[in-house]
Every structure is written in C-alpha cells, then in structure tokens.
C-alpha cells in the first residue's frame, strides 16, 4: 500500500540552526501538508500546499518556515533558525483533493532543539 | 470530549465492550469529518469519515454519529480489543478548505 514517508525520523539540532525536514507523498496525490504535534497535545495545521505554491498557511506558520517542492517527489519543510519551542513531532501528509478527501499521513520526524 | 493543554481526556474500558468517544466541533459550517487513531509514536491513520449530509456512518467495528444541531461528532467502536488503545482525533474543514484537529481522547483497553 503507497505510503507518506518521512526522513529522518529524529533530528537534533541546536537552537539558531537551520533545519529541513523531508517528506516523499503518495506519487498521485496533489496536495501536500504539514502539521505539527507537540508533546502531549493535539496535531495543529502548519500549511497547504498544491501546484507549486502554499494553498493555505497558519498563523504558527511564520516568516523562519518555508516549504519546497524541489523535484517530483520530495515535499519539504524548512525551519531557518530554531528556537526551542519547535521541539515537536512533525507531520507530512497528503491526499488527491483538498479538504474533501482523506489525508495520509506519514510517521512523522521528531525535531529536538536543545 | 474536548481538553485543554497537556491533560487529554481518558477512556478506559474493558476488553470486548464497546467505546464511544466523543467530539464536539466549532465551526457550523463544517461539512466533511474525519477520525483519526494515533499510536504512540507514529502518525495519525484514518478510520472512518463522513459528510455533513449524513448522520451516521458505519464501517468495520466502528460507527461515527454526526449530530450537526448541537455540533457533536462521536465515533463508537464494538468490542474494543487491546490494539484499539491510542489517541483518538476529530478532524473537521468546511468549503474545501484545509483541515483542523481536536483535542483528542486517549483510549486506554483493559484486557
């Protein structure tokens, strides 16, 4: 069964540094997403993303992430400088069509900033 | 139900019986749900969805009633067995646009 994978499955990195986080969607679909997951609470939207441009972004989404689709399978999330607070479980995830469809997720990456 | 922060709502029950965990939503607009499980340690997977021109939707074990008058989401699970144990989210969009996550409920199975 096609799958959302996501690499790696733990980064560490220090706080200021530049962090991005890898994802592969499932090849026809054609919407892409992240979300994020701090420990213990609930998963919250990030950004949206179809046809080479973010379709929707929220209001954590700000100025230090962007996301690229560098080539035809790779979707990826860049954090510029890491601030503590980033430490969480991220999610890609992705589906045919937006909003009405079932997202697949992958298992996510977890970002640790010390 | 729905929490704040760090302290989910719980369920504990016993093997073989049946669960129901509830949701309740904010946006009245809202027309397509999903629940979703999350085991520890990975990603949400989709159990079952549904439309707002329903009220009710069954799948394998699983049943989601939509009670769209008060805002009300629940998913019930037959025979709950111990791989049922895991974090259960609601999910809901509306107009096509991208979907937003509840709290959700940490179901906990005792054998």
């Known amino acids: 069964e096609p799958e959302v994978t996501q690499t790696p499955s733990h980064q560490v990195t220090q706080m200021g540094q530049e962090v991005i986080l890898r994802c592969v969607p499932i090849?026809?679909?054609?919407?892409f997403y992240w979300y994020r997951q701090i420990l213990g609470q609930k998963v919250e939207f990030l950004v949206s993303?179809?046809?080479?441009?973010?379709?929707?972004k929220s209001e954590i989404f700000d100025d230090q992430f962007s996301v690229e689709r560098p080539d035809g399978s790779n979707f990826t999330l860049k954090i510029r400088s890491t601030k503590l607070e980033d430490s969480a479980m991220y999610f890609c995830?992705?589906?045919?069509?937006?909003?009405?469809?079932?997202?697949?997720f992958g298992a996510g990456t977890r970002l640790s900033v010390l | 139900g729905e929490s704040v922060g760090l302290h989910l709502p719980t369920l504990s029950v016993q093997e073989g019986d049946n669960s129901i965990i509830n949701c309740a939503y904010s946006n009245s607009a809202s027309d397509y749900f999903i629940w979703y499980k999350q085991e520890s340690g990975k990603g949400p997977q989709f159990i079952i969805d549904?439309?707002?021109?329903?009220d009710k939707r069954q799948g394998q074990r699983v049943t989601v009633l939509l009670n769209k008058t008060v805002k009300h989401l629940s998913l019930q699970i037959a025979a709950t067995q111990p791989g049922d144990s895991a974090v259960y989210f609601c999910?809901?969009?509306?107009?096509?646009?991208?979907?937003?996550f509840g709290a959700g409920t940490r179901l906990t199975v005792k054998p």
């Open positions: 995830a992705s589906n045919v069509d937006r909003g009405r469809d079932i997202q697949y």
């Open positions: 090849s026809n679909h054609l919407y």
């Open positions: 549904i439309r707002s021109n329903m």
């Open positions: 999910a809901e969009t509306f107009n096509n646009n991208d979907m937003r």
């Open positions: 993303f179809y046809n080479n441009e973010i379709s929707e």
